[in-house]
């Protein structure tokens, strides 16, 4: 054998891309099955979405805040200030408020999925539903992939209008910027080229956290540190695949000309 | 019909990776007795119960069922059988996210229409924690249980469908003794209330005593001896002498 296909053999990390390739072939192949959870599903969209509201909240205010306060000196210096408005907000809205969205999802949901369904591994309580006649990948992963898939765009959503808020604080720290006048700046300059793109990616932030979260936590190992080590390593893989993801979107939406 | 075995085990071997755990098991099952596989700590029993029940899926051999070879059977006659056979885990597997209540209608929503469970679910809830002596926790959530009463608990939730088979793993580890002493106890009356076979997997003599009609030793993969409590605690084996020093 040589020296390259013993690699891809024994590699670990590839070992570990191929489970996870089909560990979503599973979730399209189950979620095609008949009998759907709803009222499971409908129980995580409150969990992973209500449950995350205020740090959501939290963190897209200070972004849109900080942003603006830091981007006034340079156009200050180029005499661009009346700008302000329109170069923080596209920013936002395109890359900063959906991506860092998506970071702090990955934190707080993949880590909570990953410990969750990790502790339920070990303690067999995921054995346990298989012999109750439940089939635990469609109550515990489809339900909440499927939650985290829908609810990220409306956290994204909601990121972004409080960014933009804060945003609007930001410019009358130092400048004066009417209320009208900054909103008019705002949607003035945001097409349906800035937003769509940015709303169809956060899609796929929530579809990968979910992914990530669940696959971690349901082949978790053994013993309380292999939960733990479900929970770490799900955001460390989820915050990756946010980023690989957020590349392939910039390409995509380049290629077609949407920038 | 009357006299085949509950469950019958052929020539069953399971490995994982080189790790051969069971080899060439086999063993019966009669309807009504209460049998207990004694075994050191990772000799295979847990493995063998959950090949029974099918979370584990043997290499090869044949597992009967209430008449039924579980390998190879659709999910379906799956989920129907195991309706019938009642699961106690090692770790109890209660939904810590979910109450008493909770937790035992929690088998009954596949098995039983929505009008079932809204006419019936409550008393058959009821009986199971009468059963088991604990009625009064119907609300309480998992975590404000001690371990005694979560045994109790998760036993209450394998008998709601009321199984004819029973598998009980390590139901007394873990407790004190008079508290292991209770669940035995417990074992037993609802083996007759209920007229159910039962395996049961234990190392604690007292559970043996109390429980068991019938001990089989699985040393080595193997089904080492077979006989009843009394006879093996005379045993000159040292392999089965070391268990009952
Ligand atoms: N899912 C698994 N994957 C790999 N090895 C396992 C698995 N389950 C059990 N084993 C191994 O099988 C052996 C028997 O385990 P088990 O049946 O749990 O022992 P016990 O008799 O204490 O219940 C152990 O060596 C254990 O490491
Ligand atoms: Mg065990």
Redesign the interface.
């Known amino acids: 054998m040589n020296p390259l296909s013993t690699y891809i053999k024994e590699s670990p990390f590839l070992k570990e891309i191929g489970e996870i390739a089909l560990f979503t072939k599973r979730f399209f192949k189950e979620i095609a099955k008949p009998k759907q959870e709803y009222a499971e599903f409908l129980n995580q969209c409150f969990w992973i979405g209500y449950k995350s509201l205020i740090l959501v909240g939290v963190t897209g205010f200070i972004m849109g805040l900080v942003l603006t306060i830091q981007s006034r000196p340079t156009l200050v210096e180029f005499g661009a200030e009346s700008m302000l408005p329109s170069m923080v907000s596209v920013s936002l809205i395109r890359e900063i408020a959906p991506v860092i969205t998506a970071l702090i999802c990955a934190g707080k949901i993949g880590s909570g999925i990953g410990a969750e369904l990790g502790?339920?591994r070990?303690?067999?309580?995921i054995?346990?539903?298989?012999?109750?006649?439940?089939n635990p990948f469609k109550y515990l992963v489809v339900t909440r992939v499927m939650a985290a898939t829908l609810m990220l765009p409306v956290l994204s959503s909601l990121a972004n209008a409080i960014s933009l808020y804060g945003g609007y604080l930001g410019a009358n720290i130092r400048g004066n910027v009417s209320w009208n006048l900054y909103w008019f700046q705002v949607f003035n300059v945001l097409n349906y080229g800035d937003v769509l793109p940015s709303l169809i990616k956060t899609f796929f932030f929530g579809f990968a956290i979910g992914i990530i979260g669940c696959y971690k936590g349901y082949y978790s190992q053994k013993g309380t540190e292999g939960v733990g080590r479900s929970a770490t390593t799900a955001v460390i893989v989820a915050s990756l695949l946010v980023f690989i993801i957020d590349l392939i979107a910039v390409q995509i939406t380049d290629l077609l000309g949407l920038t | 019909m009357e006299n085949e075995p509950i469950i019958e085990v052929r020539q069953v071997n399971k490995s994982f990776g080189k790790n051969h755990v069971l080899r060439d098991f086999s063993m019966d099952v009669n309807q009504g007795e209460n049998l207990v596989i004694l075994g050191k700590s990772g000799s295979g029993k847990s493995v063998l119960i959950?090949c029974i029940?099918r979370?584990i899926d043997a290499d090869s051999g044949s597992i009967k069922v209430l008449g039924n070879e579980i390998n190879g059977l659709d999910q379906e006659p799956l989920?129907d059988l195991?309706?019938k056979?009642g699961?106690l885990?090692?770790?109890?597997?209660?939904?810590?996210s979910m109450t008493v209540r909770q937790n035992l209608e929690?088998?009954l929503?596949?098995?039983w229409t929505k009008e079932e469970r809204l006419k019936n679910g409550y008393s058959a809830v009821m009986e199971a924690l009468t059963d088991v002596g604990l009625a009064h926790t119907i609300d309480m959530m998992p975590s404000e249980l001690s371990g005694g009463m979560r045994k109790r608990i998760a036993l209450a939730r394998a008998l709601i469908l009321r199984p004819k088979v029973i598998l009980y793993d390590e139901p007394t580890t873990g407790l004190d003794p008079v508290t292991g002493r209770e669940i035995s106890e417990l074992m037993v009356s609802v083996q007759k209330k209920y007229n159910a076979t039962s395996v049961i997997i234990s190392h604690d003599m007292n559970c043996i005593r109390i429980t068991s009609n019938r001990v089989i030793m699985l040393i080595e993969g193997r089904n080492y001896a077979d006989d009843t409590f009394e006879n093996l605690k005379k045993s000159n084996d040292p392999k089965i002498k070391e268990f009952f020093t």
């Open positions: 502790s339920m070990v303690t067999e309580q054995d346990a539903m298989e012999v109750s006649g439940t | 959950k029940i979370l989920d195991r309706s056979i699961f885990f090692q770790s109890n597997a209660l939904y810590d929690f088998p929503r596949i098995h």
